[in-house]
């Protein structure tokens, strides 16, 4: 097993261990403390009633006259109350009024419970001034029809001491709480189940991605050794550069098999156009022909042979450059020279038709970052603006340079950017017909400019030009002096 996949598993095991120990103990909590929290509400109602009871003791006697109507017109009542996703439309709570023997006096559900309470423990302790509660079910054996009963003594203060007369006890059958309890349960698992989930996807971000952020941290420490000086605000930057790499792997590794499959995708639909003109060329050299015909027919395989070649050269080139997040080895690059090499290796293919390369760079600029990947970047932009420029024209280079960038821009005096292309030039794989061959490129090169600039923390533009031709801008962050 890979140290990606022991790390992965060994996370969700924790993690599913400590989940399940935690929603384990909560679930079987819940019930308790529900139980607790009614009951507390029980003793309140209690004590209420006692206290009302005993405004209506008559020669130290209880007396339960009012109570029948009341209970009777309470359980009579209908009404809708929506409780935390629990619906209740009756009063369940019951009462009861024992004297100081602990015979019944009153019985809200009706004269078939009256009796003798006294040996009940609420009703018992009730009467000794004691705290009384019990859980008992209605039908013995059958516990779902358990009632929670606490009770509160009354007594009789006219012209006594507060002598306990009786005692008066509030139930609840624990089925009407016991809802609450069983959507508790439920919004708790769900809630366990969702974190589960979550954490599964952090799992799989983290255990595939959790080693090349060590190695991102090591190159950013060779980086800092190998500055000469302490620079805080380059080092600052390098860090956020570094950071900045890590997540966007982590992104990839999310997308990674989406992205793939585009990838494959879009190059068998490039490569079929090439494959079935070699196929066609090649059936058709099996029949007897000219030489002459031969001989184009050769060329047409020879031509798209070296299109497919070039397309793979730089579709590797430009995955290579595509995983990578941060530059392995930078070092100060001087635009104006890097310029002037890159124009000159141009010149002969702006040669053969004309084309006049003019360099404008009044003031130079020095960047941060690898010399032969800009150098790369900028020759990708001149071959582009030579292809595109009409013969006898000028493609013109500019660098340009702020407090904070420098700007390298090439223009050509081509038919510019057609409209419904506007937002597809930085597209892998898509080109459009150069006006002289009416030929298509591989559609990598501007994408290849694209990483480089990200590469670079910069950006990269192509737009029509005032007047006419395309305008091709690449910006740059400088080195400050400060």
Partial sequence: MSKRNRIFVGILLIYAAGIAFFLYHVVIDLDPRYRESAEESLVESAYLMATLIEQDVQNGAVNTERLEPLFRSLYAKQFSARIFGVHKTRVELRAYVTDRQGQVLFHSLGHDHYGDYSRWRDVKLALRGEYGARTTPDIEGQPLTSV??????IRAYNGGNGDIIGAVTVGKPVQSFGQFVSAA?????????????????????????????????????AYVRKQRGFN?????????AVMAAAYDEMRDALAGRNYVADYVQTLTH?????????????????????????????????????????????????????????????????????????????????????????????????????AFLLRRAVGNLIDNAIDFAPAGSEVLVTL???????RISVR???????????????????????????????????????????????????????????????????????
């Fill in 412 to 482: 050509d005096q081509g038919p510019g950017i057609p409209d419904y292309a506007q937002d597809k030039v930085f597209e892998k794989f898509y080109s459009l017909a150069r006006p002289q061959s009416k030929k298509k490129s591989t559609g990598l090169g501007l994408a290849f400019v694209k990483e480089i600039a990200a590469l670079h923390h910069g950006r990269i533009e192509l737009v029509n030009a005032p007047g006419q031709g395309a305008l091709a801008s690449l910006s740059l962050p400088v080195i400050r002096t400060d």
């Fill in 232 to 240: 805080l605000p380059r080092l600052g930057r390098r860090a956020l």
């Fill in 270 to 370: 490039e490569v079929k156009s090439p494959l079935s003109a070699i196929r066609g060329a090649a059936e058709l050299l099996q029949e007897p022909m000219p030489a002459e015909q031969q001989q184009r027919f050769v060329g047409n395989i020879m031509r798209e042979t070296q299109r497919i070649q070039e397309m793979v050269d730089r579709m590797m080139e430009l995955t290579a450059l595509e995983s990578r997040r941060v530059l392995d080895q930078t070092e100060p690059v001087p635009l104006t020279a890097l310029l002037e090499d890159a124009l000159g290796s141009a010149q002969t293919a702006a040669a053969t038709r004309q084309i006049q390369l003019r360099l404008e760079a009044p003031v130079d600029a020095r960047v941060e970052g690898d």
């Fill in 185 to 221: 349960r439920e919004k708790t698992l769900v809630a366990g189940l969702i974190s589960a989930l979550a954490v599964l996807v952090l799992a799989v971000i983290v255990s595939v991605w959790l080693v090349r952020p060590f190695g991102l941290i090591g190159d950013y420490i």
């Fill in 400 to 406: 340009r340079r702020d407090p904070r960038s420098a």
């Fill in 148 to 153: 929670m009963y606490a009770s509160a003594p």
